[in-house]
């Protein structure tokens, strides 16, 4: 039976400033990527997002950022590798924390933002992140977001890698995603379509219309988008047609 997971970035609320839509979001993914309070979110956050995760049967994942609240963690910083896993570290044994208060375990790691983009560009930051990640748990699931990534992760026999692929943006020819500068609605058929394709065949259309590989086990949904519930709806409704089951992280493994 062909499954996938579907994953959010969650938790990125900060005091009384509110990212997202998360309590509309959660009934409809299988893992959440949670913010552990560099990038965005804060200790009460925190709680609350593990919470709804719980009463939801979500799979928790720690979603770390850089120290740069006024930048949502988008703005590159010059780190070091071990101060970077140190980064990773310390937000994912927040999270650990809140979870062990739910009698829930954190299931997986995916780095933010301009973090992601540095463990791209540099083998050593990834590694040393990974490293880390392997440390405090190998059980945890590396959600790796580009071919870089999940390609470093497969150096590490005792790691599990799950590559994530994304529909509610668009792909070029490279496979690099456009990322928008202002977020509008989008197709839910064409969104919808895209997850099929992904999960049945490991492929999607890039912008130029040519077809490219991303052999995602997940697909992930931006839940601040303007019609981010509509998109969940009209998939959750595609892969009950289409056969397909959901299916967190940890038991894609």
């Not at 440390?135 to 994530?164: C, G, K, R, S, W």
């Not at 890039?206 to 969940?232: F, K, Q, R």
Request: with cysteine; charged share 25%.
């Amino acid at each position: 039976m062909t499954a996938i997971d579907i994953n959010c970035d969650m938790g990125e609320s900060f005091g009384n400033w509110t990212m997202g839509r998360d309590i509309e979001v959660m009934p409809y993914i299988t893992s959440a990527n949670i913010a552990g309070g560099y990038h965005a979110g804060d200790p009460h956050v925190l709680r609350e997002t593990v919470e709804l995760a719980a009463e939801h049967d979500v799979g928790i994942g720690i979603h770390p950022g850089l120290p740069d609240k006024m930048g949502f963690g988008r703005r590159t910083m010059d780190a070091t590798p071990e101060e970077v896993r140190d980064y990773v570290v310390y937000q994912l044994g927040a999270l650990m924390a809140f979870a062990s208060r739910h009698d829930a375990s954190v299931q997986h790691v995916k780095p933010h933002g301009a973090m992601y983009s540095m463990l791209s560009e540099s083998p050593a930051h990834c590694r040393a992140v990974m490293e880390g990640v392997l440390e405090v748990d190998p059980d945890l699931v590396y959600l790796a977001t580009d071919m870089n990534i999940y390609e470093i992760a497969q150096e590490y026999d005792e790691l599990d890698a799950v590559f994530e692929g994304y529909v509610d943006l668009d792909y070029n020819a490279d496979r690099t995603l456009i990322v928008e500068k202002s977020v509008e609605p989008k197709d839910p058929d064409l969104v919808a379509d895209r997850v099929v394709s992904i999960a049945t065949r490991g492929e999607v259309e890039a912008v130029d219309g040519t077809t490219i590989d991303v052999p995602a086990s997940s697909i992930c949904i931006h839940g601040d988008g303007p019609n981010s519930v509509e998109l969940l709806e009209t998939i959750h409704e595609r892969l009950e047609a289409e056969g397909i089951d959901l299916a967190r992280l940890d038991e894609l493994v």
